[in-house]
């Protein structure tokens, strides 16, 4: 277990030069400088170690970026080998060979048709299936705000020029965190984080989220279970999309794009949605000409279950934005992908300017390629495969005994990703007023425990890095469990008299 934390004194100490120098994103610097901070120096598996020595098991993969965990074999070689070659060339102007390797991987993969696919949900009768959008073309940058940005003017121009007499317009769910960058920001409905940014940003409508703990629709009281389970409801969610929807027909600005983290809403607090839903939407978004961009950016690569996510509801986007598990979280890289049909209305004489004005520095980044590459080998192989149902059912059971804990109010787990959300008061499901900062303390205590992760408000986010134990899992609900009646049985503010 790490020990107490103290303040540092030497002037060279990376913990000094830290607080010394460097803003942290998501930070609130006052509170970051009262006291000194974890410095990761090393990591191996799903243990980071820190500059003092001290080991912390990872449970929010690196924000939710690392898949095989730290300092993999296979992928730490692909860099390496690449490394010797080339880091990086311009992708204006010039191919490489890991980025073109990679797309071509990209489209193969995320082909629907390869998609395993669980049967469709059967409670109330669905539209006959539509043709499914066909994924072709991979468009490289940076991080999950870049790889939406990309995909927001890559529809914003398609609509501009096939639909010249339309403005593309878009829907979103309520509470959605798409990035920070102008454009994703304005796609998301983050109060928290984006608030002060509200006159920067472009407006977009939304729509209620399908929250089922928190739901109006749901008339079920709290019980000791998923409320996805054991909501009592009529759909109502699905509802809205098809009343917002025709709402804005009626006064003639339609939407042209609905934008949609598929199955689990991460930064919105983990918010888990009912089996059934993406597929019930989309049949209404298919119905009035919607394209569907998905953000995968946290839920793609295998962690909720599938490579693509919304292949579990038998959907495929025409857009799909990829990128924290990418490179299976070893460097910045993402990816946009699209349909021949959008690709080719791009496409023309030089001055008809049809060009895709866009692009970053380091797009198709060779490093970043290679291991992409390397992750995609891993996640293919059948031990991978079999390691990730095993840890599922771990994660399960794990989770388990949460429900025994009085300020547990819901757990919502969709793959390897889970939210756990503590009330005041289970059975009014009472928040925690967020100025308590519940959330926060619980991560502190987890980490003085040497468990790492991160809290969204008051809800504690877990995401298993692949290539965990049994053990490993199990140490992360226990040392959660023992964090939370820490916290429980001490008042805010208690900690700093
Ligand atoms: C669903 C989703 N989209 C987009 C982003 C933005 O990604 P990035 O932080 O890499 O810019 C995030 C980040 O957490 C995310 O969870």
Partial sequence: MPSPRKPHSLSNDPAHLDQQYVWHPFTQMRDWLKEEPIVIRAGRGAVLTDHRGRRYLDANASIWTNLHGHNHPQINRAIEGQLKRISHSSALGLANEPAAQLAEQLVKRVSLARSPQPSRPTTTPLAPRRRQPVLKKVFFSDDGSTAMEAALKLHHQFIHRTR???????????????????????????????????????????VMAPYCYRCPFNRAQPSRGDARHYRQCQWECVDQIEQTVLRAKTRKKPFTAFIIEPLIQGAAGMIAHPRGYLARAEAILRRHGIQIIADEVLTGFGRTGSLIAAHQEGVQPD????????????LPMAATLTTQKVFDSFLGPYDSFRTFFHGHSFTGNQLGSAAALANLRILGTKQ????????????????????????????????LVAGIELVQDRPTRSPFPLKNQVGIRVCQAMARRGVLTR????????????????KQVNRITQTLADAIEEVSSRPPGAEDS
Avoid: C
């Fill in 319 to 330: 857009f799909l934005a990829l990128a924290k598990g990418l490179t299976g979280g070893y």
């Fill in 164 to 206: 010249p007499q339309t403005t593309a317009r878009y829907l979103s769910l309520e509470n959605s965190y798409h990035g920070d960058t102008v454009g994703a920001m304005s796609l998301s409905h983050s109060p928290l984080f984006h608030k002060p940014f509200q006159t920067i940003r472009f407006s977009v409508d939304r």
């Fill in 455 to 470: 809290s969204i408000g008051n809800v504690i986010t877990i995401l298993l890095i692949y290539t965990m134990t049994r």
């Fill in 384 to 415: 991978s495969l079999a390691r990730r149902t095993k840890l599922e059912a771990w994660f399960e059971q794990a989770l388990e005994p949460l429900w025994r804990l009085p300020l547990v109010g819901d757990i919502r787990r969709v793959g």
